[in-house]
């Protein structure tokens, strides 16, 4: 007979359960191995929210995320109708003790909750007795500051120990990111370049077409930096700079990853991008068209207050300050509203020393790209085999990764009901995040540098063109 459990979802009325926890939940089912279906036999959805709601409305909407993956069969059936909803308000004991009471065997308790609300529901569970395998999966952002990070964290220590706690950043369990960790240390030629004696520099940049999206209560609150980079596309760089981990299990890619970023820091060495000596650049989005979407001013959008000067784009250089990678620059970039995004992980290659009769194909670096959407690898390079004999081609090499059925956040409930945290943030490297953009955050505050703008659907400010 399958084992109890339960996945209790505080916030189960909200954005990221309806769109990306209950859908990750049915892809399990769909893609799946044996051990993911195990996970699930016995296991209670019980979500939670302050606002009343039927039962048979919440079952309704697990039902609908799992059709919209593919999900049925026996086992998608079970957990539908096992399915609970209790209303109440887990920061009051009360509220969180009736929560408890309608769990079963093992507790997983997942905090799709606005971050303030993640840290009043802490202080309340530290004092209830609760299974003996809890298992607690938390939302980003982590914390505002490197400060409070430590203090939530210390504050989750005292309900579970640090390896039962989920930091969730499904960047991690992003194909682009895995892919990159498998194809680096699997791959003879890619190992032994990738290092700053042959790359001259790192691009991580996640750009999307897609604007506020109503989010403004959240958003104008945090920005591209928050939003973005400080959180998913420094577990992104921690996994491009990493050494190799001696296994990857949870001690070991951890430390690998919490290494790296020990080791990153704001880029020290002057100028990287052309229009400024600052190591950082920071704009925001004006009226214009993305695709067939026309959007207003960012500062005009529902909810957003122009006077906390939020950037809808966010541009940063970092050193990871290795024997390996001292002196080459990361660079970190994330926009909303932008025209044709790219969204990828780029190394371009230094030129060679020696080129035969000194022709340098100039402008043609060798580039390794492992894009996010689709999932793919690109490798670039000067080839032979122009008309003329010795003329010189740019040539690309292509491949898409294969698509999993399971989605990123049916990874992150993978590791979070199997209790293995390899793929989640650890304590220490929250707090990391927030100690390397914290010098920056600190210069935007002093203003000294500019808000830009750029119209929505541009690829950036014309000032950041070179
Ligand atoms: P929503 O605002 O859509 O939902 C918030 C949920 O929390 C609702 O169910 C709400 O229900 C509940 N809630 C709000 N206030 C309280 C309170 N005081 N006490 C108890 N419950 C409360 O947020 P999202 O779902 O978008 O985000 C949830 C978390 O996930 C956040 O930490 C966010 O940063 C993170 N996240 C979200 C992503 C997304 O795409 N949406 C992506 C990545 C992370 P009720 O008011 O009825 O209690």
Redesign the pocket.
């Known amino acids: 007979m399958a084992s109890e459990s339960t996945l209790l979802i505080?916030?189960?009325?909200?954005?990221?359960?309806k769109?990306?926890l209950l859908p990750g939940l049915g892809s399990l089912i769909t893609g799946g191995d044996e051990a993911d279906l195990r996970l699930l036999d016995g296991l209670t959805i019980l979500g939670s929210?302050?606002?009343e709601r039927a039962r048979d409305d919440w079952q309704g909407e697990i039902r609908e995320a799992f059709e919209g993956v593919g999900a049925k069969g026996d086992l998608a059936r079970a957990l539908i109708e096992g399915a609970d909803y209790v209303a109440a308000?887990?920061?009051e004991p009360d509220g969180l003790k009736r929560l408890l009471d309608a769990a079963k065997g093992d507790l997983v308790v997942y905090f799709?909750?606005?971050?303030a609300?993640?840290t009043k529901v802490a202080d309340v569970l530290a004092d209830v007795d609760l299974p003996e395998r809890t298992v607690l999966a938390i939302?980003?952002?982590f914390g505002g500051d490197a400060e409070s990070a430590a203090a939530l964290n210390e504050q989750l220590r005292r309900i579970v120990p640090e390896d039962r706690i989920h930091r969730v950043d499904?960047f991690l369990n992003h194909r682009a990111a895995l892919g990159m960790l498998a194809t680096r240390f699997n791959n003879r030629i890619l190992e032994r370049a990738w290092n700053a004696d042959d790359v001259e520099r790192v691009e991580i940049v996640y750009d999307e077409t897609l604007g506020l999206e109503g989010r403004a209560?959240?958003y104008d609150t945090a920005g591209a930096l928050r939003d973005m980079l400080q959180s998913h596309l420094l577990q992104v760089l921690a996994i491009a700079a990493t050494e190799a981990p001696v296994s990857l299990d949870a001690t070991n890619l951890r430390d690998a990853l919490a290494t790296a970023l020990r080791a990153t820091r704001v880029w020290p060495h002057g100028k990287v991008f052309p229009n400024t000596d600052q190591p950082s650049r920071r704009a925001r989005y004006t009226a214009g068209t993305v695709g067939d979407k026309q959007l207003p001013d960012y500062v005009d959008e529902e909810g957003v207050d122009p006077d906390r000067g939020t950037e809808t784009l966010a541009e940063i250089a970092l050193e990871v300050n290795t024997a390996r990678w001292a002196g080459v620059p990361f660079v970190l970039r994330s926009g909303k509203a932008i025209g044709n995004p790219r969204d990828e992980i780029a190394l371009t290659f230094r030129p060679l020393r020696f080129v035969p009769g000194g022709q340098t194909g100039e402008g043609r670096r060798e580039r390794v790209v492992l894009g996010f959407k689709p999932p793919r690898i690109e490798v670039a390079f000067t080839s032979g085999g122009g008309d003329m004999p010795f003329e010189l081609e740019a040539a690309t090499l292509e491949g898409t990764l294969p698509k999993s059925p399971v989605t990123e956040y049916g990874e992150v409930l993978r590791g979070v009901l199997g209790d293995d945290p390899t793929l989640s943030v650890r304590g220490d490297v929250a707090e990391q995040c927030w100690r390397i953009v914290q010098p920056i955050l600190d210069a935007w505050q002093r203003g000294e540098v500019p808000l830009d703008e750029y119209p929505a659907g541009s690829a950036g400010p014309d000032s950041w063109q070179s």
């Open positions: 505080l916030g189960a009325s909200g954005d990221l359960t769109r990306l929210a302050r606002s308000d887990p920061t799709a909750l606005p971050p609300v993640i939302e980003k952002p499904h209560s959240y």
